[in-house]
């Protein structure tokens, strides 16, 4: 098992990619964190994984708030005692639409979840990396983050602001052992795919699908199997990359 030993909190991880990922380290022996805000969504997968077999536990937090963050490694450590990795993978977006029509709050939110969230996880989890000797920080950004999309103009900032903030952060925490990651997933099949298409229909899927070379959306286990491996040992010289995962969408 590839991360045997290893405690592993994942944000956002009552659907989606964070549950894809979440099932997919308990699998390689990781004891999960599953963190959300919705407490039915997240239970329901820290029960799954138990039900397979692993070792989980739900922490509701909202990531955006230093408080909540600063629970969520008290809960981590008093459940298992030790962290070594955090995959900032909690997102949101505003429905697609012009630039001009999203509202303030909207903005707001967009920015506190997928921005400043990295702040407060860089901000809690970085000094216990440092004591303990080293550590991961995985962020799941967007390829809207490096080939944006029309209608989701300040989702696209978000994400581009998480990217470079990821790679600044692996610069500047190298010389501590702690190993700073992305992933770009292309639009996938999760809760966000129809706000990001505006409308969930036939022909609006297939103009989705019809700019992805590999001609389908993502699922969660693609972007899982590349969180294992860039949070794993395997990949312990890797740091500051950023990885597509979007079947061709940014060639």
């Not at 070792?55 to 963050?69: E, I, K, L, Y």
């Not at 216990?128 to 799941?140: A, D, H, Q, R």
């Amino acid at each position: 098992m590839r991360l045997s030993s290893k405690v592993a909190i994942v944000t956002g991880a009552g659907s989606g990619f964070g549950e894809g990922i979440a099932r997919t380290f308990a699998r390689e022996g990781a004891r999960v964190v599953v963190n959300d805000v919705d407490v039915a969504n997240g239970e329901r997968v820290a029960e799954a994984i138990r039900a397979e077999g692993g070792q989980a536990c739900f922490v509701r937090a909202d990531v955006a708030s230093g408080d909540d963050m600063r629970a969520l490694l008290e809960a981590t450590l008093k459940a298992w005692g030790e962290l070594h990795i955090m995959v900032n993978n909690a997102g949101v977006s505003h429905r697609n639409q012009s630039l001009l029509t999203v509202e303030e709050d909207e903005f707001d939110r967009v920015y506190r979840v997928n921005v400043k969230s990295l702040y407060w996880s860089a901000r809690v989890m970085t000094p216990y990396f440092k004591e303990s000797g080293g550590g991961v920080f995985l962020t799941i950004a967007s390829t809207a983050g490096v080939r944006p999309r029309p209608g989701l103009v300040w989702y696209n900032g978000s994400k581009g602001a998480a990217i470079v903030t990821s790679k600044a952060m692996a610069v500047e925490l190298a010389p501590y052992g702690i190993r700073v990651n992305v992933i770009n997933p292309v639009a996938g099949e999760t809760p966000l795919l129809a706000t990001f298409m505006g409308e969930d229909t036939p022909e609006v899927r297939a103009r989705f699908i019809g700019s992805i070379p590999l001609g389908r959306f993502s699922q969660p286990r693609d972007i899982a199997n590349a969180a294992l491996f860039l949070v794993s040992d395997d990949a312990d010289f890797i740091t500051g990359a950023c990885l597509e995962v979007d079947g061709g969408r940014c060639v």
